[in-house]
């Protein structure tokens, strides 16, 4: 590895691998490929748009290590066998993901350069903690906080873009995490009563890191809007959705879903986010175009 990290590219086997794959999952194929109108945009909002979306497959990524090692402690903490059967299609969505998001770059001239390190890709808990709280931490961090709270976000990126392809693509995203979103609360369903007060202390502060990593995240876009042409936000064509209704949406679907479900199972990450929920507003989210909205 270079001191910069490695470059995150991807290839095809081909073949009669391609084949198997795309008859798992035929939904990439049918998109409008090839439909994306970009005559009217300058080459820097193109740029952006580009950069924007090879960043979107590299979450998908990440999210895909992320749901492979939930499923590991999932099988580890003996889960309930349909609910750890429900999370093996995950995997495979997010890889289905990491396709569509790169080849919309690809169809906007080209991926561009994105380097990181491949084995610090994701979080993962301490081996020493017990099978089933990994699995809890796992959960709580990548289901509960961040797949829920993706969900409302993409909806409304979805229903914001205004080209087919955009708009293909994201609905496809949005109608797969629609199922990761409610996996996290099956899960404690089942989990939350078997930790102890300790435990569920312990999940709550991670909970708070959780939440605390994706206002980090908003910083960045915040500060965009903040210096950027507040007065005539707008959703991006080419890109995904960055409003100020885009960023009331982000702080109030925090609260409504991922807060407040999580309290009801006696996880409360509130005590630790001292005063950061509070310096949300105006919120702002972390989605691919915020560069090529700024202009
Ligand atoms: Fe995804
Ligand atoms: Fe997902």
Request: proline fraction near 6%; charged fraction near 25%.
């Amino acid at each position: 590895m270079t001191e910069l990290g490695e470059l995150f590219e991807l290839e095809l086997f081909g073949e009669q691998i391609e084949k198997r794959y795309r008859k798992l999952r035929p939904e990439v194929e049918v998109m409008p490929w090839g439909t994306l109108n970009t005559a009217e945009f300058p080459e820097h909002v193109i740029v952006a748009a580009r950069q924007a979306w090879t960043g979107a497959a590299f979450q998908e990524h990440r999210t895909g290590a992320s749901c492979a090692l939930t499923l590991k402690a999932l099988i580890e903490a003996r889960a309930p066998l349909d609910l750890i059967a429900i999370a093996c299609r995950f995997p495979l969505d997010e890889l289905v993901h990491v396709e569509l998001c790169a080849r919309l770059a690809m169809e906007l001239g080209g991926g561009s350069e994105i380097r990181h390190s491949p084995t610090a890709l994701i979080y993962e808990p301490p081996r020493d903690l017990p099978a089933l709280l990994i699995a809890s931490e796992l959960v709580v961090h990548n289901f509960c906080v961040g797949e829920a709270l993706s969900i409302p976000m993409l909806r409304g990126a979805a229903k914001a873009a205004a080209q087919p392809l955009t708009r293909a693509v994201l609905s496809r995203i949005v109608r797969d995490e629609a199922m990761h979103g409610g996996f996290g609360w099956w899960y404690l369903q089942w989990a939350a009563e078997q930790h102890t007060r300790e435990e569920l202390q312990h999940l709550s502060r991670l909970a708070a890191r959780s939440i605390r990593g994706i206002l980090s995240n908003w910083d960045y876009l915040k500060r965009e809007l903040l210096t950027g042409k507040r007065g005539r936000p707008r959703a991006h064509s080419l890109g995904w959705m960055q409003t100020t209704d885009y960023l009331a949406l982000a702080a109030q679907s925090l609260k409504s879903k991922v807060i407040q479900p999580l309290a009801r199972f006696g996880i409360d990450p509130l005590p630790y986010l001292a005063g950061e929920l509070e310096a949300l507003t105006p919120s702002a989210g972390a989605m691919p175009n915020a560069r090529a909205e700024a202009e």
